[in-house]
């Protein structure tokens, strides 16, 4: 830490900070506003006089101040601490007036320096007792050398001056290994040491080659796929966050979850399920499924509080107790393509006697039929576009998946209709109505196999309807075949009719040969599922970032100008804590030459990066009075805030 004048801050804070034009002989020194603004500047080999290579100029002002204002200056030598070491107004806020200073030193450097305050040198207060972030074995030139390729461990400036823009240099690139929750302190950020600790010493990573302790929190490391050929300038603050239409649908979805129906005549309580929404459409009673009309609630449970979907089948009888039970069997199917079931009990609580049937609650979806037979029509053959083939085909390997999965536990899903295949996501579909109908027609005649074989014919009819929906065609299959051989390839016309002669007896058929007859396809769904899985785990990885930050600034914030200090000089203007309020002057209220905010996140995200990381690079603080400066390092700055969160929660410092 050091101190200078504010003469000899001047010119290194606006390099930093503003691009502030210093007049024109000085042009050479100032950042050109279009490599500000756009990256690049299309004079720069045109006579335009400023400076087009913001590293270049960055490591002059670096060079600079380090001349006038770095740790060697003479602000830090023994004699002047000594004659600055007792109290005053601002003990550690240095005037320029003033020809002495008193450094910022760790109890740990071994100085004689007297403390600032009494207390500061007890054990609640001294920063030396916040285990250092750089661990043994990794010192400060290998952090610096781990970043990115830039000799002198700092992020491209060039990101401090544009306002939500990021540049490649500073938020490239991450660390994405959490840090675990330690016992005792939720906030802490040394967590991996405590779990390498509580495991002798040995974290769950330490045996992978290459990996360093600490993880470098400063250091963005998207995880692909990446877009290409995106310039600086291009790249914006949503790099750093879920994609936008991602992030919507999730709230939706969330508040769909969330909804409720005040007033509704609906029954309080079904069972244990309470806050029943409808989900139907339409009011109609249609009994063309199941034999009795249906009608879908999302429910939360007053048992684990989760949201289910209820399938209420109206009018139903239960005439023998073993129907019910055949759920049991349903229960144990767990398949991406099937709505779990998890219970179905009969009630009267509708005023009737109900059959309910509990399963998961998929918010947001709609049925295949909504989707592409138009909404509310049963085969009214309105859909205006063909289903790209590509669909139909991530279609086919989905409910092949949902079959596969029910006959292999000898059940038969008796129910594949376009109302009762609900889309979930973007071509992600489910059966919804499975175990209905073994209840309902528990007595059947059939045997499993004569059922399966059913879902075989039922599985081609849904293709045939959804492949001929833009035909306009209705219940002719001969059209609608006709229709489906024009738009789609032979090889799917050929599944579809494999499927549909399923009955025959020529030849034998399953589930099993279907699936080994679409390999090929399988395999491209399978990759497009692969993609897709990579794409959410880049989507997480940022948030994962965000979720840190986030810790951070409450730690941060728990710690700046509490109202109760107020007036207690030795907690707010005193020491580390005078230096976070400095520092969070720094990180959020900056201003340009003309006096306006600067809003900058790429400037925020830095600081906060290098704050958590605690990196050996220094920042320069400024009183608000301009009158004092000081230098001081990230890590120096960590445990203050460390030190500082840490006498927050010491009982003896809430009853001061
Ligand atoms: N498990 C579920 N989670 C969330 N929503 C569901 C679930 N099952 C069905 N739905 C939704 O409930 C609504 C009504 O479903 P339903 O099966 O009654 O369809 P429908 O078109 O009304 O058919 P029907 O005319 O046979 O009643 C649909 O929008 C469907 O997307």
């Not at 692909?224 to 879920?242: A, E």
């Not at 029954?267 to 989900?279: E, I, K, R």
């Not at 940022?542 to 951070?552: A, K």
């Not at 107020?566 to 969070?584: A, C, I, P, T």
Request: charged share 20%; net charge neutral.
């Amino acid at each position: 830490m050091a101190s200078a004048t504010k003469s000899g801050l001047d010119d290194s804070r606006r390099s930093l900070g503003s691009p502030k034009l210093r007049g024109r002989e000085n042009t050479k020194d100032t950042l050109c506003r279009n490599i500000t603004i756009y990256g690049k500047c299309r004079f720069e080999d045109k006579g335009c006089a400023f400076n087009h290579d913001p590293q270049k100029l960055y490591n002059a002002n670096q060079n600079d101040s380090k001349k006038r204002l770095n740790v060697d200056s003479p602000s830090f030598t023994p004699a002047v601490i000594g004659a600055n070491g007792s109290s005053s107004k601002k003990p550690n806020s240095i005037s320029p007036k003033a020809a002495v200073a008193a450094p910022f030193l760790p109890k740990a450097s071994g100085t004689s320096t007297p403390p600032i305050r009494p207390d500061t040198a007890s054990s609640d207060w001294t920063v030396a007792e916040v285990p250092d972030f750089v661990p043994q074995g990794l010192d400060a030139s290998q952090v610096q050398v781990s970043l990115q390729g830039n000799p002198n461990g700092v992020l491209n400036p060039a990101a401090a001056y544009d306002p939500f823009v990021t540049t490649p240099g500073s938020l490239a690139a991450s660390g994405s290994v959490t840090s675990h929750p330690v016992q005792g302190n939720p906030y802490s950020h040394d967590a991996a040491a405590a779990v390498a600790a509580s495991m002798g010493g040995t974290a769950f990573f330490s045996g992978q080659a290459g990996f360093q302790q600490p993880v470098q929190y400063h250091l963005y490391a998207p995880v692909g796929p990446h877009s290409q050929n995106i310039h600086p300038h291009n790249r914006n603050v949503h790099d750093l966050f879920l994609p936008n239409d991602f992030r919507e649908e999730l709230q939706k979805k969330a508040a769909a979850t969330l909804q409720t129906l005040p007033n509704s005549s609906l029954p309080a309580h079904v069972d244990n399920f309470h806050s029943l929404v409808p989900l139907d459409l339409s009011h109609q009673k249609n009994a063309s499924i199941f034999g009795y009309p249906s009608w879908v609630y999302k429910a939360q449970s007053g048992k684990d509080g989760n949201f289910y979907a209820l399938r209420r089948l109206e009018g139903f009888r239960l005439t023998n107790e073993k129907a019910i039970r055949s759920v049991q069997a349903w229960k144990k199917v767990t398949n991406g393509s099937v709505v779990t079931v998890h219970d179905a009990f009969t009630t009267r609580v509708f005023q009737d006697s109900s059959l309910v049937f509990v399963m998961d609650y998929h918010p947001l979806s709609k049925t295949l039929a909504e989707q592409h037979l138009g909404a509310g029509s049963r085969y009214a053959g309105r859909a205006t576009t063909a289903i790209p083939e590509a669909v139909m085909w991530s279609y086919v390997t989905q409910i092949a998946s949902a079959l596969k999965a029910i006959h292999s536990a000898k059940l038969a899903a008796r129910i594949i209709d376009p109302s009762k295949i609900i889309l979930t996501g973007k071509n992600r579909i489910r059966l919804s109505a499975c175990a209905i109908m073994d209840v309902v027609q528990h007595d059947t005649q059939r045997s499993i196999e004569d059922l399966q074989h059913q879902d075989l014919v039922n599985f081609g009819q849904l293709m045939l309807a959804l492949g001929a929906s833009a035909s306009g065609v209705v219940g002719s299959p001969t059209k609608s075949m006709e229709y489906f051989s024009r738009a789609y390839s032979p090889q799917l016309k050929n599944s579809v009719i494999w499927l549909l002669n399923a009955m025959q007896m020529d030849q034998e058929r399953n589930i099993d040969i279907f699936i080994s007859g679409i390999s090929s396809q399988l395999i491209s769904t399978f990759d497009s599922a692969l993609h897709m899985d990579d794409q959410l785990t880049s989507d997480i990885s940022r948030e994962l970032e965000n979720g840190r930050l986030v810790r951070l600034l409450t730690k941060l914030n728990f710690v700046n100008e509490r109202p109760e200090y107020e007036h207690d000089r030795q907690w707010s203007e005193n020491g580390e804590r005078y230096f976070l309020k400095l520092f969070r002057d720094y990180v959020f209220h900056q201003v340009d030459s003309q006096n306006s905010p600067v809003v900058d996140l790429g400037h925020v995200l830095n600081c906060l990066n290098k704050l958590d990381a605690g990196t050996e690079e220094k920042v320069t603080l400024i009183s608000r009075d301009e009158q004092s400066c000081f230098i001081v390092s990230y890590k120096e700055l960590k445990k203050a805030l460390e030190s500082s969160f840490q006498a927050l929660m010491k009982p003896t410092r809430r009853m001061h």
